[in-house]
């Protein structure tokens, strides 16, 4: 990068969702204007005042902003962390410290949007806003013909695959903060979830590599469903939080040649998709992407029995019963529970995806909505009518019913058979679990009449 005519003030790197310093394309495009640079970090109002600051997700930001902080110490820096309105605090520390640049991530949300509007507003061509950060790809990145985005995932799986990665960017060596630059302490929160995963980078670089290295990546392709094996990666909150750059993980995983890294790969490109749609279409945040005229059920004794994981289903209730123990879910475990859910006691989509941002810590707007929209037959699919059967999944997904017995555990005496089918038993070898809210006849027979 050309040094510009005041490379000698320091350059404010505002972190949002790129919380790391390996591979941080905010953070390098700084430090080639110099050493002197300001990490920043803003607890804005506009997120902390509203229900997206959910605990779980605030406590592993904590987790997140002290191993950033002790990353920068470790090379000469420091966080700066501030409350209140982001483009206020950066006007703030630059009047503090002379600053002449701000350096930040894109991103897709409305939060997202609104910031950079302000920032631009206020800074102008003192602004440097950077690509390829938060995703593999831009939003618009890459775009069919006829439109501003893909609408399907297969068109823009090839498009995206056709796009060379970027360079994997080093960790910087060393890094200066002004003295000058002064903040509050470090922020601590109470998490919901009593086994929520510990966040930050360091934690996210080993989780990712114990994963790889206990052949996690190599077996994705025929482990990633089996709910009872837990095959998954598990990085999504630490790629929500941008402690692993989703590029550098594409890179690795490409770099592998297996039939399993070429699934999880797949999955990043899932990532980048729904974020490109949301970039596209932002209202579809809580608005149907495609309108079916849904007339949804309110029954708030339905709702409270699928939250607490009470619904006569175990392999539902079983993933209602993670989520709130861990703060996080097997992605099969969130179809099911979501199609559940809108499919079968046909409640409104925007109800569990609202739950689910309570508590997950992966909660990601572009994700955890356009995921829901496409359970509920209003998203992107073509195929409104997809139901699934907890009875034939939990055949499929956890045969064994070791996912089922970890989560509920009243069943664990229960034989393989019984454990998928416990109104079939007596209640007394129940242990108190409910019966089934729909009847399990009245079920089949709803997935029958979807699938034709």
């Known amino acids: ?150 609408a399907v995932f297969t068109p823009y799986l090839r498009a995206w695959s056709a796009v060379p990665g970027r360079k994997v960017l080093s960790a910087p060596a060393r890094l200066d903060v002004p003295e000058s630059a002064s903040g509050t302490a470090l922020p601590s929160y109470r998490a919901a979830s009593p086994a929520l995963p510990k966040g930050g980078e360091s934690e996210g670089r080993r989780v990712w590599r114990r994963w790889v290295d206990g052949g996690g990546l190599a077996g994705y392709d025929e482990a990633h469903d089996a709910l009872g094996a837990d095959g998954t990666s598990r990085i999504s909150p630490y790629l929500h939080f941008g402690c692993l750059s989703a590029t550098e993980i594409a890179a690795q995983a490409a770099a592998a040649e297996s039939a399993g890294a070429e699934a999880f790969v797949r999955q990043l490109a899932w990532r980048d998709f729904h974020h490109q749609v949301l970039a596209a279409r932002p209202d579809c945040a809580d608005t149907d992407y495609r309108k079916r005229g849904d007339t949804w059920v309110r029954d708030e004794a339905e709702a409270k029995a699928w939250r607490e994981g009470r619904t006569g289903y175990p392999l539902v209730d079983a993933g209602m019963r993670q989520l709130a123990q861990e703060g996080w879910m097997h992605n099969r475990a969130r179809l099911l529970t979501a199609s559940f859910l809108v499919k079968t006691l046909r409640h409104d989509w925007r109800e569990g995806a609202a739950h689910f941002l309570s508590l997950l810590v992966d909660g990601d707007i572009a994700n955890n909505q356009m995921n829901w929209q496409w359970m509920a037959g209003t998203g992107n699919d073509t195929r409104p009518n997809r139901v699934l059967n907890p009875l034939s999944q939990a055949r499929r997904l956890d045969p064994d019913g070791t996912y089922v017995r970890q989560w509920v555990p009243e069943l664990s005496g229960l034989s393989d058979r019984d454990v998928r089918e416990p109104w079939k038993v007596p209640k007394a070898d129940r242990n108190g679990y409910p019966d089934p809210l729909v009847e399990p006849e009245d079920l089949t027979a709803r997935y029958r009449e979807a699938h034709g």
């Open 1 to 150: 990068m050309t040094r510009q005519s005041d490379s000698t003030s320091p350059a404010i790197v505002l972190f949002t969702q790129d919380l790391r310093v390996h591979d941080n394309p905010v953070l390098d495009a700084a430090l080639a204007d110099g050493p002197d640079v300001l990490p920043l970090f803003v607890l804005d109002d506009a997120i902390t005042g509203t229900p997206f600051a959910a605990p779980n997700r605030m406590a592993f930001l904590a987790d997140c902003l002290a191993d950033l902080d002790a990353s920068l110490r470790s090379r000469g820096g420091r966080l700066v962390v501030r409350k209140g309105s982001t483009a206020h605090e950066v006007k703030r520390l630059m009047a503090e410290t002379g600053a002449a640049r701000i350096h930040v991530a894109a991103g897709v949300t409305r939060h997202a949007a609104h910031r950079e509007e302000e920032l631009r507003a206020a800074f102008d061509d003192r602004l440097h806003v950077h690509g390829r950060s938060l995703t593999v790809l831009d939003p618009g990145a890459v775009t069919p013909t006829s439109r501003d985005h893909y």
